[in-house]
């Protein structure tokens, strides 16, 4: 038997924002077995936690959908490094997460973490009528022109109005035929600098998304370059509220730094709480469709 343990990332209840599936001991499981795990807990990921190869990491993940190995460890980090960090089984302050070749460094305690990221990739813009087709909106509901972001991935923004958010709806088929991973349309209040978002992303095998600590930081580069955060140098903060329309808020508190004009960094936060904890059954003998390892 294996332990495991569900979190509810950038949340403070059970319930609410984004689900993650955490194995903090899984250095006798094979591929498959981590496969068939996933599988069974159909959470939209399932991090594995493995003694690090890497001396500069502090513990190293294997991340899988109920479908297959993702190859990003981000999305999972808040909720494994809280995880661990609340079990004991690693310091809070400063850790590294490892997954394949990339390093991640976060900042945690057993309820809070923070993921930096830095050098955004290049912006460009984006044909709007191809992100409105994939929400289901129209020229009438966007009101600037949609750009990608990020700091890894890049992630397709579609500013809309605050309705219009409501009233988004993912179009998949269309979404396939133009092979576009994601769309984030979000509404932006300037005065408070909170933006109401939703993540629709089923490039990522993750048809909403109620959480995205990716798409969050590629946001602030975007609100800068929009003239929406200012330019000036030093650090600005925002906030996401994401999920409301699936039932599970989130919240996401963002700073984003800039130094001559241009953004170096930037970083989000979030509490991260358990709502389940259990044994589940390994496998026993090799699976006929194993994962190679």
Request: with cysteine; aromatic share 6%; charged share 20%.
């Amino acid at each position: 038997m294996v332990r495991y343990e569900i979190v509810n990332m950038f949340t403070d209840r059970a319930f609410a924002g984004s689900a993650l599936g955490v194995v903090p001991e899984a250095d006798d499981l094979a591929a498959h077995d981590m496969q068939a795990i996933a599988r069974e807990l159909n959470l939209p990921e399932t991090a594995f936690v493995l003694t690090p190869s890497l001396a500069a990491a502090s513990y190293r993940v294997r991340v899988f959908t109920p479908a297959k190995e993702s190859s990003f460890g981000a999305h999972a980090s808040p909720g494994t490094a809280a995880t661990l960090a609340r079990l004991g089984k690693i310091p809070a302050g400063r850790v590294v997460q490892e997954c394949g070749s990339k390093l991640l460094s976060l900042d945690v305690t057993a309820d809070v973490v923070t993921v930096t990221a830095s050098a955004p990739l290049e912006s460009s813009p984006v044909d709007p009528s191809l992100l409105l087709a994939a929400c289901c909106l129209g020229r009438d509901d966007i009101y600037a022109t949609p750009r990608t972001a990020g700091f890894g991935p890049l992630f397709h923004y579609l500013p809309a109005r605050r309705d219009a958010v409501a009233r988004a709806r993912m179009n998949a088929t269309q979404m396939r035929t133009v092979a576009l991973s994601d769309v984030f349309v979000f509404s932006w209040n300037r005065e408070e600098r909170t933006a109401h978002a939703r993540l629709f992303s089923p490039g990522y095998k993750i048809p909403e998304d109620p959480a995205c600590a990716s798409a969050a930081l590629g946001l602030g580069a975007w609100l800068v370059e929009a003239g929406w955060l200012p330019a000036r140098d030093g650090t600005h903060d925002y906030q996401i509220h994401q999920g409301i329309e699936m039932d599970r808020p989130s919240t996401l508190t963002c700073a984003v730094t800039v130094h001559a004009g241009r953004v170096t960094s930037c970083s989000v936060s979030g509490q991260v709480v358990c709502s389940a904890h259990g044994q589940i059954a390994v496998r026993q003998g090799p699976h006929p469709h194993a994962v190679p390892a």
